[in-house]
């Protein structure tokens, strides 16, 4: 029977009422939850072991209305807030980090052509053009259940946001022309659509971040390739490949956000960054939930063997539960402060959520299976995934840990424009 009094492993994250979300915010998390124990789950072993994207996991959240999560109600989505979001996304993570990870991209391209570009100022023209554009896109995923991916990263500094993007768009009659090459693109092969991120770049002009455009690229169009292997250390079912652009036509209609949106989004909406840390709060709560599962003797496939009475056990699961506490009250102020020109003390918040989340989650899952014990690391258990895959998330450009220690340590001691001369 239920014990009411005691932690259950699939209870929701962020209590509703303990972390006061509405009913709605409630439910829609719940559902996430439930897909994710339910439908993810399963799955998610042998993705992980073979590298392969879980398309069918894809097709399964379209028929529950994932896929629209941030499509605006008024466009036939659920029209999910960027903090409910965030939390749905959070709870698909404990189950399959893979999944979680990849979902986000597609998220995203509907989450900044929402909400997100809702809270940036346009000229009326630039609103009603991309009012009129965006529904193309929205229209695709709810109705077709069209899956759009990210690839942004080009192994140089782009994708932290220093220098303008070497894909670069030629402007031609009715669209563009797209060159480049972008690696690490999660679901490459997969996604119905590639929203890249490239320079507009007229005959004679130099390359500026102001001049970025963001395209939806059909996966099918002549000369999109796909290359290189895939066998890396986590998030193996991502399957980020290298993307080839070659001369791509991309009509007009593809801009996912008008000239120069983006550019505004990347300065004024900085929390837009925070959206790869989900993922990983979930993956850091799935590290605390096996140990105490498996500390318990409770955890499913293992003989009800409990270790929990040894003082250094005991130990352990404080100092993991007071790291978990601290992780999930610094990231929920802070995916709960995202908007429109953040103060500079939150957005320095945003950075520490991030760093926080993205350490933390790795340095969880590397305690559990050194309080667990060796059992616990074999490969027919979770726990050496949710290992691998949290080691990725410090990883992600543009805000590294690297680089969210750098921005707060110098934004800490300088003022905008303060220099030492
Ligand atoms: C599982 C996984 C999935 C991914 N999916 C996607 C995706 O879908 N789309 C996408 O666009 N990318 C994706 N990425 C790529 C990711 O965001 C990074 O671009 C990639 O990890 C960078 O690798 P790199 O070796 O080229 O890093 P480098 O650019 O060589 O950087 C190495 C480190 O140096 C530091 N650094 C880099 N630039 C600066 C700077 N300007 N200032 C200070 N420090 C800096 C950072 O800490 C960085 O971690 C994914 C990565 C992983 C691991």
Known sequence: MNDPARDDPDAPMFAADAFRLDRAEADLVASARRFGARVLAPRAAQHDRDATFPIENFRDMHEEGLLGICVPQSDGG???????????????????????????????STLWTGALADDLMMTVEERAEHNERRRLHYKRIVGDGAVYSQPFSEGGAAAAGAVAFGTEAKPVEGGFLVSGKKIFASLSGAADYYGVLCTERGEGEGASRRNTLYLAIPAGAAGVTVTGDWDPLGMRGTVSRTLLLADVFVPEDEMLMPRGVYFRAATSWPHMFLTLSPTYMGLAQAAYDFTVRYLRGELPGTPPVKRRMYPTKQIAAAEMRIMLEQTKALWFQAISEARANPAKSQVLRAYAAQFTVMENANALA???????????????????????????????????????????????????????E
């Open 78 to 108: 659920l029209g999910a807030s960027y903090r409910t979001y965030s939390l749905a996304a959070a709870e698909l993570g404990r189950y399959c980090g893979a999944t979680a990870l990849s979902w986000n991209m597609h998220v995203s």
């Open 366 to 420: 590397a305690k559990a299976i050194r309080t667990c014990g060796g059992q616990a690391m074999l490969k027919n258990l979770s726990l050496e995934r949710i290992y691998r895959d949290s080691r990725c998330g410090s990883l992600m450009l543009p805000w590294t840990a690297e680089i969210c220690l750098d921005r707060i340590g110098r934004e800490s001691l300088y003022e905008a424009g303060e220099t030492d």
